[in-house]
């Protein structure tokens, strides 16, 4: 496909900088290849959400993600934790048509509190067949296990977010002495 600018034929490729739709570039065929080797490679969902966000180039953290800040006003929830030991469980569904790499973390962070997976991709809405293995198709929600070790009090948030959406939740924190 090309493009008539100024008079002169311009492939489009070179107008958009490889670049589709405004959000994936193309242009590097091996991280392409190296994400649908991490889908067809993985065997547990964990390990499927880490290997794919290696694969896809996300071992640093984006910047999207580095900037994730609660939103007290649009809370997704509320958890209360009160026992030593205890453990939460919140739940996100991808609502864009696109894999979508996620971020989760505690903010402000407080020792003792941790949120599991901290990182993943969600398949697009409504999930994705697995070509491999159709009997465990990729799924475009996620369950994330908060464990808190009883020892700090705090009033915190969960943030949960990927390029095109976040989730606030608020977590109360309550050590008994």
């Avoid at 889908?39 to 290696?54: G, P, Q, R």
């Avoid at 993600?65 to 739940?91: I, N």
């Avoid at 991808?94 to 903010?107: D, G, I, R, Y």
């Amino acid at each position: 496909m090309t493009s008539n600018q100024g008079g002169e034929q311009v492939p489009i490729e070179k107008l958009v900088g490889g670049l589709h739709g405004g959000k994936y570039q193309f242009s590097v065929p091996s991280a392409c290849y190296e994400f649908a080797d991490a889908l067809a490679s993985s065997s547990t969902a964990s390990t499927t959400s880490t290997s794919m966000l290696s694969a896809a180039g996300h071992c640093d953290v984006p910047r999207w993600a580095s900037a994730l800040k609660p939103t007290p006003e649009q809370l997704s929830g509320e958890l209360r934790l009160d026992a030593c030991g205890t453990t939460a469980s919140v739940h996100v569904d991808n609502a864009m048509m696109t894999w979508e790499p996620f971020f989760a973390k505690v903010l402000p962070a407080v020792e003792g509190l941790e949120v599991q997976p901290a990182a993943g991709i969600l398949a697009p809405r409504g999930g994705a067949n697995n070509a491999c293995d159709p009997s465990k198709p990729y799924s475009d929600s996620q369950h994330f296990e908060i464990r808190w070790d009883g020892k700090t009090s705090c009033n915190v948030f969960l943030v949960v977010g990927t390029e095109e959406e976040q989730w606030t939740f608020s977590i109360t924190a309550e050590a008994t002495l």
